[in-house]
């Protein structure tokens, strides 16, 4: 890992100048380039997935769905991507990549749909995020979002995970874990 480490702490670079001005939807408007770093450190750490490709797309996996305004500007995006980090990060990238051209209901049904199709990175990728998405909806929900809501999001993120299991148990526990607490907090009668 550490002949590939150069390429992660570029890919890190690279993510926190298009994260910059960003933050994170929860309470506490954390600088959105922590949740990059957490999946990919989840992986590594909890995950002990030491693939070079799967830690930059991870260290990625946001950048194209949330920085960019446009067809013609997330094409230019894509190819930097492509020139800087290769074919490979780039469609473990681009598969874990919503459409935004689409709308919110539509993507979320994308992602149930499309889940079980990934490749292997692209899935263990998929489960870190859902995992730190549930942990931040569960410990810091975004300020508007009612208790309904982030039932129907954790409910939602278990049927995205349903498509992606056997691909990391460590991961899988950590997901039903953090699903767990989460609806002990928010729906207790469950």
Same mark, same amino acid.
């Given at each position: 890992?550490?002949?590939?480490?150069?390429?992660?702490?570029? /890919?890190?670079?690279?993510?926190?100048?298009?994260?910059?001005?960003?933050? +994170? #939807? @929860?309470?506490?408007?954390?600088?959105?380039?922590? =949740?990059?770093?957490? &999946?990919?450190?989840?992986?590594?750490?909890? @995950?002990?997935?030491?693939?070079?490709? %799967? %830690?930059?797309?991870?260290?990625? =996996?946001?950048? &194209?769905?949330?920085? $960019?305004? @446009?067809?013609?500007?997330?094409?230019?995006?894509?190819?930097?991507?492509? =020139?800087?980090?290769?074919?490979?990060?780039?469609?473990?990238?681009?598969?874990?990549?919503?459409?935004?051209?689409?709308?919110?209901?539509?993507?979320?049904? %994308?992602? &149930?749909? =499309?889940?079980? !199709?990934?490749? $292997?990175? /692209?899935? #263990?990728?998929?489960?870190?995020?859902?995992?730190?998405? &549930?942990?931040?909806?569960?410990?810091?929900?975004? *300020?508007?979002?009612?208790?309904? *809501?982030?039932?129907?999001?954790?409910?939602?993120?278990?049927?995205? $995970?349903? @498509?992606? *299991?056997?691909?990391?148990? #460590?991961?899988?526990?950590?997901?039903?874990?953090?699903?767990?607490?989460? +609806?002990?907090? !928010?729906?207790?009668? *469950?």
């Amino acid at each position: 890992m550490m002949n590939q480490l150069p390429q992660i702490l570029k /890919a890190l670079e690279f993510a926190a100048v298009r994260h910059r001005k960003q933050f +994170r #939807k @929860g309470r506490d408007k954390s600088p959105y380039i922590n =949740h990059p770093i957490q &999946v990919a450190n989840l992986l590594a750490g909890e @995950g002990g997935e030491h693939d070079a490709v %799967l %830690l930059t797309a991870a260290i990625l =996996h946001d950048v &194209v769905e949330d920085t $960019v305004n @446009g067809k013609k500007e997330k094409k230019k995006l894509v190819d930097l991507i492509r =020139h800087e980090f290769g074919e490979e990060v780039l469609s473990v990238t681009l598969e874990v990549t919503d459409d935004k051209s689409l709308g919110k209901k539509e993507r979320k049904r %994308l992602q &149930v749909e =499309h889940a079980p !199709y990934l490749s $292997v990175k /692209a899935r #263990k990728l998929k489960l870190a995020d859902k995992i730190m998405n &549930v942990k931040d909806v569960t410990s810091n929900p975004p *300020r508007r979002w009612p208790l309904a *809501r982030i039932i129907r999001y954790l409910d939602w993120s278990e049927q995205v $995970v349903a @498509g992606i *299991r056997g691909v990391n148990p #460590k991961l899988e526990s950590l997901f039903d874990q953090a699903l767990e607490e989460g +609806r002990s907090k !928010y729906s207790p009668r *469950r």
